[in-house]
């Protein structure tokens, strides 16, 4: 006879139902009876409610028995802990095989088939009732089951569910987070399956899962049933969405990288579920989803975020699963929860780690934290080889499994060959607080047991293992020790990959984008290759071409994507803090070193005072490559709508040249004035500073580059060895120079700032410009903390003097 009791409709649930039906399930009835009106999709399922579970256990006298075999437990024993959990499965296993439940589960999936088909699939999720709360996630602690057809093998798979309560790794998961075995009940989420074995699935957050970075939506995907990414089986597609400018209108894909995706998880036949099939080269080479499908997550994912922010009362981070359905096309949240790591970090200190030296490179992959570690290599193969494993050793495996996790919580690092940044092992990392470098590919085939590493995860996106112990240091910095100075303090950067973690810094902004870095690293082709292809000479570089640009229209489109993409993450990421861009400054010979720049660049004897900056922008031997510069900005600014976007000149020579960018790229459509876009000028050459005044006319404002003004005051070549000795920023002419830029636009009431490193470098040259009221002060991220302190008491120190003075 069915007892009712035990059955609950996700239509009948919410988030006050945690003790009821456990945190996942109770999310999901919360999803589905009150985010539909926000257009959210959830298929529809019921729960098994804890109660069935204690019932159960009751009922056969299962407690004392649960009681006696996990008395004087140590979870360091792992032989032990791996005995007495399976003996506890198998007592749970056996007490829930009730012919009450039995029906109750058979009632209410046949209510399902009403609603989508005889012999529909479903999932069978476990949900445990201290799950996905803000201080444990709880994350694949327990099981889950796939494809499941049939009211016998449903309630079966509903049993294992049950069961897997006493998994290894879920009963040292609750001994690390204080969670008494007996106070921890489970529920049973059963949901329609979507059948994104015929489509794509993925997990996404609210926020960055590595900086913690608010203003983002992080999506992941690939191909198939999603239990490949959480796996760390596959190495996913990444999309970033900025949530600010996404609320009032600009809907653009922030970012994106190609993953590997070369599984796809299928459902299986006979007892196996499911399956994996390799994905096709052509599947590959594209992404999973549609710039149009990542936008609707995206306003899911917010829309999840909001909701649950508004029921909490305060700012909630979502860590959120979804699927595509392949047969109805069709997008679905099938999992909500509260992030509970990155979301969680205190911002009271900030805490910097940058290696000293670099070592040989073993390999690289994506980098999860941004911390650092050292430790000799343990290669795990199998559960057999944990127990080798010693403290503070970092565990190389092909992948992880939450079975692991007690010897996880042991390692120094951690490295894989497969998985992107929402795998078990980049989960599990972040957690713990230790650097993980996951899809390195094929590091465990060739690692050494014994060898000792360095893992970096402190260089950005990309996480580096290197040979040996290289040195690196930790700095420690309150943030309440912090006083800001007059002087806005902004960071040079050229790295988008670095972009969400600089921006946590106390800085005021941007003040020097290198265009020329995002070029280089992230597009790697010659801009005139791409906009003029038949041009490209060598049939080797036709085909380099060809090959990375074959998913787009035209080769150009691939040239804008990723510019656009890379310059408007560094602009996300401070938004809506000024961001200022600078054109590329490529030298011809640096040029040259891109695929096919030989055939579109001059060999020049001294390509530092050559054709540079300014002039290559309106020439026609460069015209069509700044067109493309330009319509990346244009994306940047318009679709995007990141308005906090500043476009700066360098290198500009005379007031006409001046004038004939500042026409160009209004043709271009970045027409200065318009959606607000101010217009820079890097003030490195001494005409610059001479004519400030004409410059002053055309310009909203001015960044001094201290390294060519000083080259071109003292007439020294910063590149040669020989006379590096008398590069010195410091000289009387030079600080005359800087004197005279400062003063210039004051006059003319344009901003100004400087972008070299000389403030960082020598205090006395923060002091001078403090004393001068210079605007800002650009720095490398490494030096802002200290820049700060630096010009903080230079302001002071200037103030004491006027005073005394007067």
């Known amino acids: 006879m069915a007892n009712s009791s035990y059955i609950r409709r996700f239509g009948e649930i919410g988030l006050d139902d945690v003790p009821l039906v456990g945190g996942k399930t109770a999310s999901l009835g919360e999803l589905y009876s009150a985010l539909a009106s926000a257009g959210v999709r959830v298929p529809n399922g019921f729960a098994i409610t804890a ?3 204690r019932d159960a256990l009751t009922a056969s006298g299962a407690w004392d028995e649960l009681h006696e075999l996990l008395s004087g437990l140590d979870k360091r024993k792992i032989a032990d802990l791996a005995r007495r959990a399976t003996a506890a499965r198998a007592i749970v296993y056996d007490a829930t095989d009730r012919a009450d439940l039995r029906a109750s589960v058979a009632a209410a999936y046949g209510e399902l088939e009403k609603q989508y088909g005889r012999n529909l699939a479903v999932a069978v999720r476990s949900s445990a009732t201290a799950e996905d709360l803000p201080t444990a996630s709880f994350a694949g602690q327990h099981d889950s089951f796939l494809n499941i057809r049939g009211a016998r093998a449903l309630f079966d798979a509903c049993r294992r569910c049950f069961a897997s309560l006493f998994t290894d790794r879920a009963i040292s998961y609750r001994i690390d987070n204080g969670f008494d075995h007996f106070k921890v009940a489970l529920s049973v989420a059963v949901m329609k399956m979507v059948r994104s074995d015929l489509a794509a699935s993925g997990v996404m957050f609210t926020l960055d899962t590595e900086s913690g ?21 596959v190495e996913p597609d990444e999309f970033y969405v900025h949530k600010p400018t996404f609320k009032t209108g600009s809907r653009a894909v922030l970012s994106r990288r190609l993953g590997a995706k070369d599984k796809r998880m299928v459902y299986g036949s006979g007892r196996s579920t499911t399956r994996n099939v390799a994905a096709s080269p052509i599947e590959r080479r594209r992404y999973c989803i549609s710039d149009q499908d990542v936008l609707e997550l995206a306003g899911y994912a917010i829309a999840v975020e909001d909701h649950y922010s508004a029921k909490a009362g305060a700012p909630m981070p979502m860590d959120i699963e979804w699927a595509k359905d392949g047969k109805d096309g069709e997008l679905y949240i099938i999992q909500a929860r509260p992030e509970t790591v990155a979301s969680q970090r205190s911002p009271a200190t900030l805490e910097s780690y940058n290696l000293k030296s670099k070592g040989r490179e073993l390999a690289s992959g994506r980098a999860v934290g941004e911390k650092i570690a050292t430790g000799n290599i343990r290669k795990v193969a199998t559960k057999q080889d944990l127990r080798s494993f010693k403290p503070g050793e970092v565990l190389v495996a092909p992948s992880t499994s939450p079975d692991w996790e007690p010897v996880m919580k042991q390692a120094a690092a951690i490295i894989t060959d497969h998985g992107g940044r929402t795998c078990h092992a980049a989960i599990v990392a972040r957690e713990l607080g230790i650097p993980a470098v996951v899809g390195t590919e094929n590091f465990s085939r060739n690692a050494r047991n014994g060898t000792s590493v360095t893992v970096s995860c402190a260089e950005g996106d990309i996480g580096h293992v290197y040979e040996g112990a290289v040195p690196f240091e930790v700095e420690h910095i309150a943030i309440s020790a912090l006083k800001a100075p007059r002087t806005e303090i902004m960071v040079n950067l050229g790295n988008p990959e670095i972009a969400l973690k600089t921006a946590m810094l106390p800085s005021s902004g941007v003040g020097l984008a290198r265009m020329e870095f995002i070029i280089n690293q992230h597009i790697g082709v010659h801009p005139m290759a791409l906009a003029c292809p038949e041009k490209v000479k060598s049939a080797k570089d036709r085909q380099r071409v060809r090959r990375l640009t074959e998913a787009y229209a035209k080769p150009a489109d691939f040239f804008v994507e990723r510019l656009s993409e890379g310059v408007g993450l560094i602009a996300a990421a401070f938004y809506p803090r000024p961001v200022i861009i600078r054109l590329s400054d490529f030298k011809t010979n640096e040029y040259a070193n891109l695929i096919a720049g030989s055939d579109f660049e001059a060999k020049e004897e001294n390509p530092m005072i050559g054709f540079r ?18 319509a990346a900005l244009r994306r940047v600014v318009k679709e995007m709508g990141l308005t906090n976007l500043k476009v700066m000149i360098p290198f500009c020579r005379r007031v006409d040249e001046a004038r004939r960018v500042i026409q160009a790229m209004g043709e271009h459509g970045l027409k200065q004035g318009e959606s607000g876009l101010e217009i820079f000028m890097m003030c490195e050459i001494p005409n610059n500073v001479i004519l400030i005044d004409q410059f002053a006319e055309l310009f909203d404002g001015f960044s001094i580059g201290s390294n060519d003004l000083t080259q071109l005051t003292l007439g020294v070549d910063r590149d040669s060895d020989i006379v590096a000795f008398d590069f010195d920023e410091r000289d009387p002419g030079v600080l005359e120079m800087l004197r005279m830029a400062v003063k210039g636009a004051k006059r003319n009431r344009r901003h100004i700032g400087i972008c070299g490193e000389a403030p960082a470098n020598y205090p006395e040259i923060a002091a001078f410009l403090a004393e001068l009221e210079i605007d800002s002060i650009s720095v490398n991220p490494s030096s802002v903390l200290r820049t700060i302190n630096v010009v903080r008491e230079a302001e002071q120190k200037g103030r004491l003097r006027r005073v005394g003075s007067t």
């Open 51 to 53: 109660a069935a579970y």
């Open 213 to 233: 970075f608010r203003d983002v939506v992080f999506i992941t995907g690939a191909y198939g049933l999603g239990e490949n990414i959480v796996q760390g089986v």
């Open 613 to 630: 900056g300014a002039a290559r922008y309106a020439h026609p031997a460069y015209a069509p490559g700044f067109a493309l510069e330009c």
